[in-house]
């Protein structure tokens, strides 16, 4: 049972555009949504993180939406950049044991 | 300067084998974990400990045992291996949402296990 559903699995934007990510979760005992960036032969690292009390998160290009009532937080990537090319992962984690629960990834390729 | 590593980072072994990967992190983080990652990307949480003490025991073969010798270290064995077995394994440590700054788990570069 897949507790963070992601879409889509691949996706392939033009240099300058904005790529959107959307993931979904069904427990409503969560209370932190990040979003992790991995680099072939990487480890995942942090880009952005959420908490359900605010609607939308904004770090540079990047932008968490957050909809609690929908249950479901999306990732937008403005001005993409081919150095953006990699996997990105929704997640969703409760505080009460720090379980990290992932999406599936979606393959971001950004083209010149 | 590395935060948290893993050695090996590539491990190819034969059907029945025992192995272990370790891992270190020098954060000063209480808690670290053993994720997988599939061939399919698919990341999957199969152990957590916090100080020592085993917090996270997902449905996991009892063929791997997590040994934390102190919070600085968590430790993957895995007996008997199996094909399906081969994967990445990331470690991964981080403070506590309680540590009055931003939560973030920190992973290691993984540990590419391929069984034959």
């Known amino acids: 049972q897949q507790q963070v559903k992601q879409s889509p699995q691949s996706l392939i934007v033009q240099k300058g555009g904005i790529s959107i990510i959307n993931c979904a979760y069904e427990n409503t005992a969560f209370d932190y949504f990040p979003w992790y960036q991995q680099f072939p032969g990487k480890g995942p690292a942090l880009l952005i993180a959420i908490r359900p009390d605010v609607s939308e998160k904004k770090e540079g290009r990047f932008t968490i939406s957050f909809n609690k009532s929908a249950k479901q937080f999306s990732l937008h990537i403005m001005d993409s950049q081919p150095g953006d090319s990699a996997t990105y992962f929704c997640a969703a984690l409760s505080f009460g044991n720090e379980k990290l629960t992932f999406g599936t990834g979606t393959r971001l390729t950004i083209i010149p | 300067d590395t935060a948290v590593s893993q050695t090996p980072k590539y491990l190819v072994t034969q059907m029945g084998n025992d192995k272990s990967i370790k891992c270190e992190q020098n954060l000063g983080h209480d808690t670290m974990y053993w994720y997988k990652q599939d061939s399919k990307k698919f990341l999957k949480i199969m152990f957590s400990?916090?100080?020592?003490?085993?917090?996270i025991n997902e449905t996991v073969p009892n063929r791997f045992s997590p040994k934390s010798p102190d919070k600085a270290h968590l430790n993957l064995h895995i007996n008997s291996l199996e094909l399906g077995d081969s994967a990445v394994y990331f470690c991964?440590?981080?403070?506590?949402?309680?540590?009055?700054?931003?939560?973030?788990?920190?992973f290691g570069p993984g540990t590419r296990l391929t069984v034959t």
């Open positions: 400990y916090n100080n020592k003490e085993l917090i």
């Open positions: 991964a440590s981080s403070q506590g949402p309680w540590a009055g700054r931003p939560y973030e788990q920190y």
